[in-house]
């Protein structure tokens, strides 16, 4: 799986729209870019994920660039409890494991009033 | 509600104790996994059973020995365990498509485990 990068740290408002970063230069072309996040002492939460074309659910938006080597995680009206750790995650179809998911240390997102 | 279900919640054991964490998923997937998240560190993914075969195993500790008796449940079995075990432990299911789209994966609440 390539690696990403992503900012340690950021802060928003509360009501503004959150864009977090991550940077993957070495994605190939088979990888998927997902994204997850973590409240405090909680299990991870799936966000959405992406090959190539940007995406939107009901949670998030994903824009990736057209080079594939970085994408922005939109939420576009953050709350307080939007507050975690957000992790960006590259990953290849693999056949013989089922769904292995290398988190970093993501990115510590923090909703102010 | 994630459909994946911990327990305990809590635990706090003993060195020499043998205890169980117990992982159950209600949403018809194929593949499970153990990850292991210590303070201040990233997950580690432990290990993944794929159609009940356990099908990656990260250099875990033998401490640590999963059961998956069946598609919808997971155990993790605990003896001797050092304090520096103390950690949250985190159970997930997926749809394993080999060769196909990527699904997303659903994490339980964790077990926070203290060894004293």
């Known amino acids: 799986d390539a690696k990403t990068t992503q900012p340690p740290s950021m802060d928003c408002a509360e009501g503004r729209a959150a864009n977090l970063p991550c940077n993957h230069s070495?994605?190939?072309?088979?990888?998927?870019v997902y994204w997850y996040r973590q409240i405090h002492s909680q299990g991870p939460q799936y966000i959405i994920h992406g090959l190539k074309n940007n995406e939107t659910n009901e949670m998030a938006s994903l824009i990736i660039t057209e080079d594939r080597k970085s994408s922005t995680l939109i939420l576009p009206h953050a709350t307080l409890r939007d507050t975690a750790v957000y992790y960006c995650i590259v990953r290849a179809p693999n056949s013989n494991s089922g769904y292995a998911l290398n988190f970093g240390k993501g990115t510590s997102l923090l909703v102010t009033p | 509600e994630t459909g994946v279900t911990q327990t305990p919640r809590h635990l706090v054991m003993g060195m020499t104790n043998k205890k169980s964490l117990k992982c159950e998923q209600h949403l018809g997937h194929n593949a499970m996994y153990w990850y292991k998240q210590s303070a201040k560190k990233p997950l580690e993914l432990m290990f993944v059973?794929?159609?009940?075969?356990?099908?990656e195993n990260n250099s875990v500790p033998s401490r640590f020995s999963p059961e998956c008796p069946n598609s919808s449940h997971l155990f993790l079995h605990l003896h001797t365990l050092q304090p520096e075990d103390s950690a949250l432990y985190l159970c997930a299911s997926s749809q394993d498509l080999k060769g196909r789209k990527n699904t997303e994966a659903f994490f339980g609440q964790g077990t926070r485990l203290t060894v004293v």
């Open positions: 070495t994605i190939s072309g088979n990888e998927y």
């Open positions: 059973y794929s159609l009940e075969e356990r099908v």
